[in-house]
Nanobody, 123 residues
C-alpha cells in the first residue's frame, strides 16, 4: 500500500492549508488513519487520527480546535484542514494508515506511511 500526501506549501500565520492523502489500495478503508509531523531537530509527533468509519477522531492538544481530520466515503483518502496556522506548525507532515480499525496516537500503531509534505508557516 502506498500513501501519497499532497497540499503542503507556504502559508502566513493565521492562514489555512489543506493536506490530502490518497491510498493506493482499498485495504486501508478498514483501517484508522492519521497525520504526524516532524519539525527540524524534533521527534515525529502525532497530530490527528480518525477511525475507519470516521466516527472517532483524536487531536494533539496543540492543534485541537484549529485542525480537522476527515476521510472520504470510500475511506481511502484522508484530509487535514489546518486553520489559524502558526509558525510552530512548520514541519514535514506525514499521513499513515493504522494497524487496526481504530485510531492510534503513537507512531508504532501505524503500518503504512506516506512520503511527507512540507508545511511552512511564516510569521
Amino acid at each position: 500500500v502506498q500513501l501519497q500526501a499532497f497540499g503542503g506549501g507556504l502559508a502566513q500565520a493565521g492562514g489555512s492549508l489543506r493536506l490530502s492523502c490518497a491510498a493506493s489500495s482499498r485495504i486501508v478503508s478498514n483501517n484508522g488513519m492519521g497525520w504526524f509531523r516532524q519539525a527540524p531537530g524534533k521527534e515525529r509527533e502525532f497530530v490527528a487520527g480518525i477511525s475507519w468509519s470516521g466516527a472517532y477522531t483524536e487531536y494533539a492538544s496543540s492543534v485541537k480546535g484549529r485542525f480537522t481530520i476527515s476521510r472520504d466515503y470510500a475511506g481511502i483518502t484522508v484530509a487535514l484542514q489546518m486553520n489559524s496556522l502558526a509558525p510552530e506548525d512548520t514541519a514535514v507532515y506525514y499521513c499513515a494508515a493504522a494497524r487496526s480499525s481504530g485510531l492510534s496516537t503513537t507512531a508504532r500503531g501505524y503500518t503504512y506511511w506516506g512520503q511527507g509534505t512540507q508545511v511552512t508557516v511564516s510569521s
